[in-house]
């Protein structure tokens, strides 16, 4: 496709060597669009986190190559350089281990609004506090450290952290399977508000739910490999690979859809 | 495996949870309340759901049916858990241990850590064979391999000398339910037992449990903060929210007619059922904090239905709605009109 922000070409991913070599991804490629949500599920071990992070230039392919734009992101030396670091952006898993312990939600987020914006420390933090108020933290919760607050309350942190360098993809790998579910629903609009913004989004999750509910497309990963891609609404309804269906068939709660809330 | 639901008829009821006070004594005069009034009943051969989110209070009150709250520095203060004629509030260690294990199992939340890693599969399942009745080692073993029969897990003769490093997340909690089954206990208290594994190994695990119920009439009590899967698997199922019970009923009762504000609200934020692109609706704000709880209702700052009386006295006790449905909610009658 042309509009393609983000093209991922036959990358190819393998942890140790010889017979113990593990082939954690397989020859895969995908794209994303300017401003859709892209979901890719499978279980644990499918190879979904370790894609997400070659997308983010965290882990450089051992074959195939991650374009964007033009321009091929792991080029000597460090992936994503200059202002394109900036532009793709992570949230991850653990809202408990991704942030500092140490230092408040606001310097969190001020210090990355520092690093990519160049502010003074008071413009930085009112910025920040700014940012943070838009992901519903309240100034009083924004001075307190991540372990007095609610597993919710550090992801939407980490969000607001990603967000501060103002990128057009944030790539989010499980956001949601720590936290409750109110708190997921608050995350999910988040992003639905995100999308509208333009923001394009590359969802790592196991769980179909909130795949189904956030994406327009979907990839299905088995054992390093897409089974199954296509709209997320055509592969929920009408599922061709025996995992998917079985899958599909494993959410919890299904019985319920269509059956009027 | 039988789908079919509990019949309507009560069945036999194996413990009663009575106004049940846990908390933290953190000075003489300073008393963190953790669980307020818990209130329900555990009948045989049921399946019951436990949900809440994080601090509601759902984890203190499976503790405590294990007696493993000190372990925590919580202590009981206040109410009856009746079980078998005695009460497990009050008994000391001694006793416990001829109930924790042997009448009561438990599965802990995370198969990952759950299990000792150093201590192969055969190794921890014949000491949790033996550890309460004088079995020789070969029976022990024989045992042990008939658990892990039961539990469907593949090649018991291989699976028997590996360590838990070696299994799948899935294996380990299928290892985890069969030394909760050693000692035939009448309960199994199974706290969120598919946190973290895949949707399909959630599957199986459930689909495990429900045929453990059906094949030995054990009752399950099922501690999630997942709904639909409540929804799925469970008969009856306790809803709680700032440490206290706030909804009891069927699992369809509650589904089709709640009768709580907060069930309410958690039945509308299910995103399984959101229409893709449509705004989530969410639950107004944050659950109340350990010791934060307003006065009143607890979740009269978060409810769309507050009225002014929601807000004074103590938190209200659950009453009989309908028959076999409980709720705290002192508008509860008013629901229905309002929820539509």
Known sequence: MSDALIEARQVCVTFGSGSRAVRAVRDVSLHINAGEAIGIVGESGSGKSTLARVLAGLQRPDQGEVLFGDESIYQRGRAYRGDKRRLVQMVFQDPYGSLNPRITALSTVAEAVKFHGEHSRSESNRLSLELLGQMGISERDAAKKPRQLSGGQRQRVSVARALSAHPEILIADEPTSAIDQSAQAQLLNLFQGLLGDGLSIALVSHDLGVIRYLTNRVYVMKDGAFVESGLTQEVFENPQHAYTKQLIASIPGRHLQGAGA | ?340
Not at chain 2, 34 to 60: P, Q, W, Y
Not at chain 2, 319 to 340: K, M, P, R, T, Y
């Open chain 2, 1 to 340: 495996m039988s789908t079919a639901t509990v019949t309507e008829s009560p069945s036999e009821v194996l413990v009663e949870i009575r106004d049940l006070v846990i908390g933290i004594q953190r000075t003489r005069a300073d008393r963190l309340i953790l669980v307020d009034s818990a209130d329900f009943d555990i009948r045989r051969g049921e399946i019951l759901g436990l949900v809440g989110e994080s601090g509601s209070g759902k984890t203190m009150v499976c503790r405590s049916l294990i007696g493993t709250l000190k372990r925590r520095s919580a202590t009981i203060f206040g109410g009856t858990i009746m079980f078998d004629g005695m009460d497990l509030a009050k008994i000391d260690e001694r006793r416990w241990r001829s109930v924790r294990g042997n009448r009561i199992g438990y599965v802990p939340q995370s198969a990952l850590t759950g299990p000792n890693p150093v201590m192969t599969i055969g190794g921890q399942l014949v000491e949790a064979v033996r550890c309460n009745r004088n079995r020789t080692e070969r029976d022990a073993r024989k045992r042990a391999m008939e658990l892990l029969d039961l539990v469907h897990i593949r090649r018991p003769e291989v699976v028997y000398d590996q360590y838990p490093f070696q299994l799948s997340g899935g294996m380990r909690q299928r290892v985890m339910i069969a030394a909760a089954l050693a000692q035939d206990p009448d309960i199994i208290l199974a706290d969120e037992p598919t946190t973290g594994l895949d949707v399909t190994v959630q599957a199986e695990i459930m689909k495990l449990l429900r045929e453990i119920r059906t094949e030995f009439n054990m009752s399950v009590v099922l501690v999630s903060h997942d709904l639909a899967l409540i929804d799925d698997v469970c008969d009856r199922l306790v809803v709680m929210h700032g440490g206290t019970c706030v909804e009891v009923g069927s699992v369809k009762e509650v589904a089709q007619n709640p009768k709580h504000p907060y069930t309410i609200a958690l039945n509308r934020a299910r995103i399984e059922l959101a229409t893709p692109g449509t705004e989530l609706i969410t639950i107004r704000g944050n659950p109340p904090g350990v010791g934060e709880w307003p006065s009143g209702c607890r979740f009269s700052e978060r409810c769309e239905f507050v009225q002014d009386d929601c807000r004074v006295g103590a938190s209200p006790p659950l009453l009989e709605v309908e028959s076999n449905h409980w709720s705290a909610c002192i508008h509860a009658g008013d629901l229905g009109a309002a929820s539509e």
